[in-house]
């Protein structure tokens, strides 16, 4: 998973409503605000400098996410 500005994300956690929680390889995460305030930087670990961005330019547009699926493989209804 991948966002232009943050780089790459181990996760998006999407369970709490009008949040998503960005979770990086590092443990460091930034929960953005999905509803009003699309891309407002709710919270955020400590220092967070994510590729050399200051999380507080958050606001921009631009919150699609590039998802690469691999090792994937086609199932049929015998693979039961």
């Known amino acids: 998973i991948e ?3 943050f780089g790459q994300l181990t996760e998006v956690d999407t369970g709490k409503f009008s949040d998503y929680t960005f979770r990086f390889q590092d443990g460091q995460w ?3 605000e999905s509803e009003q305030e699309l891309g407002r930087l709710n919270a955020s670990s400590p220092g967070l400098l994510v590729n050399g961005h200051d999380p507080g330019n958050a606001g921009a547009d631009g919150w699609d996410l590039t998802v690469t699926l691999a090792d994937v493989r086609q199932s049929s209804i015998d693979d039961r």
Do not use: D, E, M, N
């Open 3 to 5: 966002h232009a500005r």
């Open 30 to 32: 930034a929960t953005i």
